[in-house]
């Protein structure tokens, strides 16, 4: 275990108080409470590194992180993935330098040790000169991590007590589906892996994914939408949208919100793409396999994150993200976008081009998103801005709210339920030590409100 500093199992749950709805700003500036984020968060929990899709071929590769850490996930001669360290463990050089491409082989480029697509230690330039006689390179291999996939989403783990993929992602399935699974043929990613850098916290790219569809009537997307209309639009229209709800995972701090009885991405997306999620072939086609599990037909622009740091948008965004780590105030946004496997070209198409121009790194919505983040965590520098606890009080003992005919508890769509039980999560994985008392238990299953 890493050294702690001065924070105790007690000092972290006083940092979150679900209850009341406070929250002590420090979780999102504190080098030490970060260092143990590493440890305890990433190295504990299943994190996205990409799609299958991004493999296809065996020895295709793509590398990327878990936590800080660089990590090659590779297609294997038997079709299954590998993820392994991406470090020399000569002496710490990385393994592979690309971002993807495929390979028989990696060298790394320091002393020439090579490792097979597995990650087996294979080659050691002069081993039988200038090596002991009781060398073994089979013990020299990098650091495995556990792999497990969800329709198409490929995560990792390097925490061979960690529960599995599915009891992980608990009750949070059915709304990943809605993104995941409306055909039978699966997804495909389009278009490249994009990355960029917001000056922020992970947690509050992370948690607002998670759910808050709050900031949206403020926060410029309304601006943006009208930035994307015909000059004759009636503008009348855009109201804000008060329907929905917000739903929370019974275990993991998951979450996704979403509009009801409104278009899908509406003008967000373009005509184009928003009649695909609307109407005709492919949207009956999702709603028979989909509706066994919720309305789907009446939902609309959604959000969701998957604990701790796997962010997407479904409904015709379709962009799907990890807020890679990077220190307490920093974070690499990896981004792509995927769409029905089976959709015609012309949708894949212009899906691609309208992810360009909203949830991208030259995005218009996704500017709105990073100032307010970046403008946070620059006044997090202060002195008083770390002592005085913020408000998460949204939604609080309000009753009478959530709607049976959606899966899991389910609150309004302006609520910090989701907020409360994201951070909940968060307290339980840092201050608990060991996955007896974390895995999900049935009597341990609280309902955060
Ligand atoms: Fe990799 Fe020396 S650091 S071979």
């Known amino acids: 275990s890493v050294n702690t500093g001065n924070w105790t199992s007690e000092s972290i749950h006083s940092l979150v108080d679900a209850e009341q709805g406070k929250i002590d700003p420090r979780i999102y500036t504190d080098q030490e409470l970060y260092e143990l984020e590493l440890e305890r968060v990433f190295g504990r929990s299943w994190l996205l590194l990409g799609h299958e899709s991004h493999v296809p071929k065996k020895g295709d590769y793509l590398t990327t992180y878990m936590g800080e850490d660089p990590v090659v996930m ?3 001669r038997d079709g299954s993935i590998k993820v392994f360290h991406n470090q020399c463990r000569h002496r710490g050089m990385r393994i592979c330098r690309a971002d993807c491409g495929n390979a028989k082989a990696f060298t790394c480029t320091y ?4 490792y097979d697509t597995a990650g087996k230690l294979v080659n050691v330039p002069f081993e039988e000169e200038a090596f002991p006689s009781d060398f073994k390179k089979e013990d020299w291999g990098p650091l495995q991590a556990r792999v497990e996939i969800y329709k198409g989403l490929v995560f990792a783990n390097w925490d061979p007590e960690a529960p599995d993929l599915l009891t992980y992602l608990s009750d949070a399935t059915p709304y990943m589906d809605t993104m995941l699974d409306r055909s039978e043929a699966g997804t495909e990613v389009i278009g490249t892996m994009q990355k960029w850098v917001i000056p922020c916290n992970w947690k509050f790219a992370a948690e607002q994914f998670a759910g808050d569809m709050y ?4 926060t410029s997307h309304l ?3 009208v930035a994307g209309l015909p000059e004759d639009q009636d503008l009348s229209v855009f109201q804000p949208h008060m329907k929905g709800h917000q739903f929370l995972s019974e275990w993991g701090g998951h979450g996704c919100g979403f509009y009801l009885d409104t278009a899908r991405g509406s003008v967000r997306v373009g005509p184009l793409v928003d009649k695909y999620y609307s109407e005709g072939p492919a949207f009956e086609k999702a709603k028979e396999r989909l509706e066994s599990k919720m309305p789907y037909h009446r939902m609309g622009a959604s959000h969701m994150t998957i604990f701790p740091n796997c962010s997407f948008l479904p409904y015709g965004m379709n962009t799907v993200r990890t807020w890679h780590p990077k ?3 920093q974070i690499e946004v990896w981004a792509f976008v995927i769409v029905d496997k089976d959709a015609p070209q012309e949708i894949k198409d212009e899906l691609a081009r309208q992810n360009v121009r909203t949830f991208s790194a030259g995005g218009v919505y996704e500017q709105d998103d990073g100032e307010n983040w970046v403008e946070i965590q620059s006044a997090l520098r202060g002195y008083k801005s770390k002592t005085a606890p913020l408000a998460m009080q949204m939604g609080l003992n309000v009753q ?11 609150s309004y769509v302006f609520s910090e339920d989701v907020a409360r039980g994201f951070y909940s999560h968060w307290v339980r994985m840092m201050s608990e030590s060991s996955w007896d008392t974390l895995r999900p238990q049935p009597a341990t299953t609280a309902t955060v409100k």
């Open 74 to 76: 590779v297609r294997q």
């Open 400 to 410: 009478g709210k959530n709607n049976p005919e959606f899966p899991g508890q389910t």
């Open 327 to 329: 220190g307490p105030n």
């Open 215 to 218: 900031h949206a009537a403020t």
């Open 111 to 114: 002393h020439g040790w090579a």
């Open 223 to 225: 601006a943006a939408v």
